[in-house]
């Protein structure tokens, strides 16, 4: 069962914890927000095609989900691009070139 942080509880005591099913139910609700978007017919039987969600808020749902994730994982990328953050592969460059002196070895073996 989750139990709500006692930050959740500072804000609203309300939501003090409890045992059972409410406890789940408001934390829920505490940390979502339902809102109303405007789509045409088509744009909605395209998310649920991309999304493969039959019904249309967890389609949309899905949607929103996926481009955040998109777009934290752009941002990521972009500090390596730029330098900001960067990693050291240790041995990388000697595993490449003993992968490409075994392929080479391979390739003469089958040419013989």
């Known amino acids: 069962m989750m139990g709500l942080s006692s930050n959740c509880a500072d804000r609203c005591p309300s939501l003090a914890p409890r045992s059972g ?6 934390l829920c609700y ?20 991309v999304t493969g969600e039959k019904k249309k808020g967890p389609a949309i749902r899905k949607l929103v989900e996926d481009a955040l994730m998109h777009k934290r994982r752009e941002r990521l990328a972009q500090k390596f691009i730029d330098g900001e953050w960067s990693a050291e592969l240790k041995g990388a460059e000697e ?5 490409r002196k075994d392929a080479l070895e391979k390739e003469n073996r089958w040419r013989e």
């Open 21 to 26: 099913l409410d406890n789940d139910v408001l």
């Open 95 to 99: 595993s490449r070139a003993a992968d």
């Open 30 to 49: 505490y940390h979502s927000m339902k809102i109303t978007v405007e789509l045409s017919d088509s744009d909605i039987k395209e998310i649920c095609r």
